[in-house]
């Protein structure tokens, strides 16, 4: 199994600022993946976080909006950009070894925009 | 793309057990996960079945039937602490995303 930490835990932003998310994880992992949690609902897969090039968006979320980088088997960020109030969210980091059918969340991190 | 459906609450008793079903229609399927998450913490794993049948952990089970497109999570002994959301998650054929329902609250009453 592998532990995934993200850092903040929590932030307060203003509209119209950014906040970039970072994850690590205590070892390499094949599949790394960026997921949103808005209240009361269940997880949204963001992107997928491709080691050395350019992430994998799902359909609503572009590059712009949330830039992620990978620049190792360990380590990824999350960029919300130019925020409003509705991307007030819990963010998670989640992340999958090659042979290991489990995946891993990390322990998210709780954004508040004002 | 990947639709799953399960129901949004469930109550039950302490000690009793309860089955909560997941339904899912996909263009592709390489297995389904059970997670649990407690209010304000992450999901944690629970069980991943690939193949039809039953897989027993401990008090929890998973059934999957491929042909019917449907699972079902067992919790056997209920105890308070299971009162979480159990999330019904479908990985598509390419290994790549997961895809996740809207998950069934449980609560556990005394």
């Known amino acids: 199994s592998a532990v995934i930490s993200q850092k903040p835990s929590r932030d307060i932003c203003q509209r119209g600022t950014s906040l970039t998310i970072q994850c690590q994880v205590d070892?390499?992992?094949?599949?790394m993946f960026w997921y949103r949690q808005q209240p009361g609902q269940s997880l949204t897969l963001i992107a997928t976080a491709n080691q050395g090039s350019e992430a994998t968006y799902e359909s609503g979320f572009v590059i712009d909006k949330f830039p992620i980088s990978r620049p190792n088997l360990t380590f990824s960020t999350l960029t919300v950009s130019n925020m409003s109030p509705e991307d007030s969210s819990i963010y998670l980091c989640?992340?999958?070894?090659?042979?290991?059918?489990?995946?891993?969340f990390g322990p998210g991190t709780r954004l508040t925009v004002l | 793309g990947q639709n799953i459906d399960q129901p949004t609450e469930m109550t039950a008793t302490e000690g009793a057990i309860v089955q909560i079903n997941c339904t899912y229609q996909?263009?592709?399927?390489?297995?389904l996960f059970w997670y649990q998450q407690h209010a304000g913490e992450a999901p944690t794993f629970l069980s991943y079945n690939v193949l039809d049948g039953l897989e027993e952990k401990g008090r929890f089970s998973s059934f999957l039937s491929r042909s019917k497109g449907y699972s079902y999570l067992l919790l056997k002994e209920l105890q308070m602490k299971d009162s979480a959301s159990y999330l019904c998650a479908v990985r598509d054929r390419g290994y790549q995303k997961v895809t996740f329902g809207i998950g069934t609250k449980l609560q556990v009453i005394p």
């Open positions: 070892s390499q992992v094949t599949m």
């Open positions: 996909t263009s592709g399927f390489n297995g």
């Open positions: 989640s992340g999958r070894t090659g042979g290991d059918n489990e995946q891993f």
